[in-house]
């Protein structure tokens, strides 16, 4: 076959023998797939609450993985840790991101998310040593210099509409973080200062226009935006496009200016940079000088919207489900204070006070858990595959044919009754005690001292239970930037403010997209703290 290959006849034939092969496998495995438990839904389930939180309510119902058929449609759905490490780390390859990456495609192209094998291992290998810890120290600085903005912002807003009885003023939280989070995003990621904390401008516009439009394809049953004329008829096909225009303007600009002044370097010269001295410590900067890499303009630009879209939403959402749970549980507020005010008193963040800052870290990572954004990753099987057995389900385990779509359920494995203690309860503490595992076989249940350092809890402490930025080759990139920067965010806000909700916490409706976020925002009481 492999000289064979070579020729048209044999590219053929080989393609028929794969052909039949994989019709083969999937015709034998349909017997085992037919045995798992299958949730089946009108697709009118799909309206009236989100889709992960009905995802939960099977879980518990079908076991650990089950089928989701909605008429000829039909998903695996898992919540198991050991299915979910088996998918992303054991056998990551023999999957790609199916569904997410058709959405995704058109507005991301060749970025990190969506990328095909073939363009992402080049692109992760150039990415990755851009997150180095000279560059996220050098962020520190960044992310506390924005937060003080929005720390200003409150104050003044403090001082022209505060009621004169209580002391307080109402803000939308939701809409604070998310400013904040784009100005972050901005000058770390392209050096580019939205300054939306404090204005309105086209490209911010353009920013919420194009994520608006990301969540809804991500929750629109047909993909009408792909019929060819669609662009130019539907009217809000049309508005994407013009918000795509201004943001890719915007970005081909500043890919310009870094390559005109281009100075190269090599990796380790980048990486042991002194920052404090550098005037423009971007990661496109970083991508830029790397010597050797001469990547070309679409593919960078196709990277900075990726991490722009990514790194944006994700964050600011962490921010609104952390106070939103702070503020209903005041005894935890109070510790989550008095450790800032012990670590910083009235100082800004450095990067050794995020390491002191113990419980607003686990604050962080407890609102991730609770949470977590997105909340399903998705997957589609490029070649058949035979999935570990389910905790709850069929011990054996299930074979699978090309072409499956999957849900792995994150915020199913972050509150199964199976693995956490009182899933549902906001209990930050709750990493720094290890969980023996003696009901799940093949789990190596909870331990805070397989960290190997790590600040920040993560998937491997709880060996796949906990999985906020994914796992395996294509976990999250911004992850450490993204930890830290929600840590000097919350801690700046706790420095000066008390805070509750306006509302009660059952009227703060929750909508689904790309992340879990209000219907009308997270609005709060905020206060001045007592004495400051
Ligand atoms: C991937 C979560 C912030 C860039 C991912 C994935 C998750 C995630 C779960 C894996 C997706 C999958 O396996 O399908 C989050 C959360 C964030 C956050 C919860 C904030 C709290 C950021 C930031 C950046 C970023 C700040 C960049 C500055 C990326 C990229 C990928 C990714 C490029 C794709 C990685 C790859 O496929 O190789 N993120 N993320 N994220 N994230 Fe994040």
């Not at 770390?188 to 404090?198: A, E, K, L, Q």
């Not at 918000?243 to 890919?255: G, S, T």
């Not at 849900?407 to 203690?421: A, E, G, K, M, Q």
């Amino acid at each position: 076959v492999s000289t064979d290959s070579r020729t048209e006849g044999g590219k053929l034939k080989r393609t028929l023998l794969d052909n039949a092969s994989n019709f083969l496998t999937n015709f034998l495995s349909g017997s085992r797939i037919g045995s798992m438990p299958i949730a089946e839904g009108a697709v009118s389930d799909l309206f009236g609450k989100p889709l992960f939180v009905s995802l939960y309510d099977w879980f518990i119902e079908h076991g650990s993985v089950y089928k989701l058929a909605f008429g000829p449609k039909s998903f695996l759905v898992v919540s198991d840790p050991i299915v979910a490490r088996h998918i992303l780390r054991e056998n990551a390859f023999a999957y790609d991101k199916g569904v997410l990456a058709d959405i995704l495609e058109p507005i991301m192209g060749k970025g990190l998310i969506p990328a095909d094998l073939d363009t992402w291992k080049p692109r992760r290998k150039a990415i990755v040593p851009g997150f180095h810890a000279a560059f996220l120290e050098a962020m520190v600085k960044v992310f506390g210099d924005c937060s003080e903005r929005t720390v200003k912002k409150l104050e003044a807003m403090l001082l022209t509409t505060q009621d004169d009885k209580t002391k307080h003023v109402e803000i939308d939280m939701e809409a604070e973080f998310s400013s904040l989070a784009l100005d972050i995003i901005g000058l770390c990621v392209f050096n580019y200062d939205f300054g939306s904390v404090t204005r309105e401008s086209p490209v911010i516009k353009a920013v919420y226009g194009t994520l608006f439009e990301a969540e809804h394809r991500s929750t629109f049953y047909i993909p009408y935006w792909k019929f060819p004329l669609a662009r130019w008829l539907v009217p809000r096909q049309r508005k994407f496009h013009e918000d795509l225009k201004v943001i890719n303007d915007c970005l081909d600009n500043l890919i310009t200016t870094a390559k005109a002044t281009r100075q190269e370097d090599d990796i380790e010269a980048l990486q042991g940079r002194d920052y404090s001295k550098v005037k423009d410590a971007s990661l496109l900067r970083f991508l830029v000088d790397m010597k050797g890499e001469d990547v070309d303009d679409k593919q960078l630009r196709d990277d900075l919207m990726t991490m722009l879209i990514a790194g944006h939403e994700t964050t600011a959402a962490v921010l609104t489900w952390a106070v939103f749970m702070l503020a209903q549980n005041p005894d935890k507020l109070v510790k989550a204070q008095t450790e800032v005010d012990t670590i910083l008193g009235q100082r800004k963040p450095t990067f050794e006070c995020v390491k002191k800052l113990q419980y607003i870290r686990l604050i962080i990572a407890e609102a991730l858990r609770l949470y977590p954004q997105p909340p399903l990753l998705i997957r589609r099987a490029l070649k058949p595959d035979t999935l570990p057995g389910g905790y709850k389900g069929d011990k054996d385990g299930y074979s699978i044919s090309q072409g499956t779509d999957i849900f792995i359920s994150v915020y199913n494995l972050h509150r199964s009754p199976y693995l956490w203690d009182n899933p549902h309860k906001f209990e930050p503490e709750r990493f720094l005690v290890p969980k023996d595992n003696k009901d799940i076989e093949g789990w190596a249940g909870f331990s805070p001292y397989r960290s190997q350092g790590a600040l920040y809890p993560n998937e491997v402490i709880s060996d796949f239970a906990f999985l906020p930025f994914g796992g395996g080759p294509r976990k999250c990139v911004g992850d450490q930037f993204a930890l830290m920067e929600s840590t000097v965010g919350l801690a700046m806000l706790l420095q000066k403010f008390d805070l509750e909700l306006k509302d009660s916490p059952e009227s703060v409706q929750i909508v689904t997209g790309a992340t879990i976020h209000t219907k009308n925002g997270l609005w709060c009481k905020i206060k001045r703290r007592e004495g400051l």
